[in-house]
């Protein structure tokens, strides 16, 4: 028992020979605790394996036999199933190795001796473990600060889930691919790797890509925090499809990625709805002024089509009334006339109509008078209901609206006088003649009154 070496020793107890002349290695791996069920990656206790080794890999394990890794050997060029130099194992399974190392403990011994006792056949084995692991939880560490597109202020938002990954095994064609980038990337030179340590290592991976997931579509397609959980399908089947990939790397497979909850403070959400709020607020009170200004403008409508004139019309009497109140600005009461009367664009008659009213008006506006107190010229009329000069031949006056009748109108000021006058009630003078002895009025071109018979001159 003093030729075996070390390495030799520590497999000594699950070494058979024959008077222990011949030994053969029996190597796998049975995990009897929680604690040793939960190891994902194991390294076999002991090395260098001499050649008829049995090697024993139970349902839902793989075996990474690794022999002569001295001589240029390595996990990157894994060849096919089967070879003595590196080769992996789908359970269940039981292979017999070669690794040229011999069974005769003494030969063995000596070739160790040569090598400063170390075996020039140096062999190992890891096993990994290959079951399912599923309903495992992911969440932010921190918020992710975004502008609420619809309110326009900033949040804080964090983001919780489930996810399930396993190493392949099923799909032979790539499970010896995917043994070797787990055993390189991610477990390395570790004796055990377990089920928390992975974990830990593809939350890494998912963090990386939340964030950015959840900014880019909430500001792209203007989601607001208070209608993002409807969402929540759409964001898990995108961000499973970004980390598919990129979990492949390290020769994992990503089996469901999910979203369960989005959230924001309080605090956040008292600011979104102070802001709805408010803008409902303003919303309403601009409806309500619209609709006030509308029921005021179909009413004064109404009232316009009852006294049979439109709203530009009103306009222009507005401006003409407040010109003629101001008779000592002739120059401002025209531009005003003139913008009624062309300016408004209305009807050729009616601005013909404003023109004239304006005409009539500016001749007393210019010498500061009234139209009523100046002396009318030679031809003119005067309205007898608002005393208003017309000229010669009006029908109608045009600031009262009052029928002419030019039938009974003053010698000598033209002014028109109601039936039956004897004096002008413009210019006072005496319209009848009547007898000078008994005051009886008398006909046109009467010689004798007819009253008391008087001799007429």
Known sequence: MALFNNKEKQSNSSRKGVLGAFSVDVIKWEPETDQEASVISHKFEAEDFPTGSQLIVHPSQMAVFINNLASGNSLDNIPDEGTSQVAVFVGPCKIRLETGDSRFAPFRSI???LTGGESAYHSSVYFINTTYMNELSWGTHSPVVVTDPE????????????????????????????????LRKVVGTRSDYTRDELIAFMRAKILEYVPDLLAKNIV???????RISTHLTEFSAELKEKLVPYFDE?????????????????????AINEMKIQKKRTQLEAEGTAIKM???????????????????QEQAYNVLQSAAQNEGTPTGFMGAGMGVGMGLGLGGAFAAGMG?????????????TSQSAATPPEGAIVCPNCNTQLK???????ICGNKIETSNSCPKCGAILPAGARFCMNCGERLQRVCPKCGSELAENSRFCMNCGAKLN
């Not at 792209?220 to 208070?226: E, F, G, P, R």
């Not at 390290?250 to 008292?270: A, C, K, W």
């Not at 004239?356 to 500061?368: F, K, N, Q």
């Open 392 to 398: 010669a031949g009006s029908k109608f006056c045009h």
């Open 356 to 368: 004239e009213v304006a005409r009539e008006i500016l001749p007393s506006a210019s010498t500061g």
């Open 220 to 226: 792209d397609n203007k989601i607001s925090v208070l």
């Open 294 to 312: 509308d029921i005021e403008s179909e009413a004064r409508a109404r009232m316009r089509a009852r006294e049979g004139y439109t709203y530009q």
């Open 250 to 270: 390290f020769g994992l497979t990503l089996d469901n990625f999910s979203f369960h909850n989005i959230n924001v403070p309080e605090e956040d959400l008292e």
């Open 151 to 182: 309110e326009g202020i900033n949040v804080h938002v964090r983001a919780f889930g489930l996810f399930g990954a396993h190493i392949e095994q099923t799909d032979t064609s790539i499970a010896v691919i995917q043994a070797g980038k787990f």
């Open 111 to 113: 070739s160790h001796a």
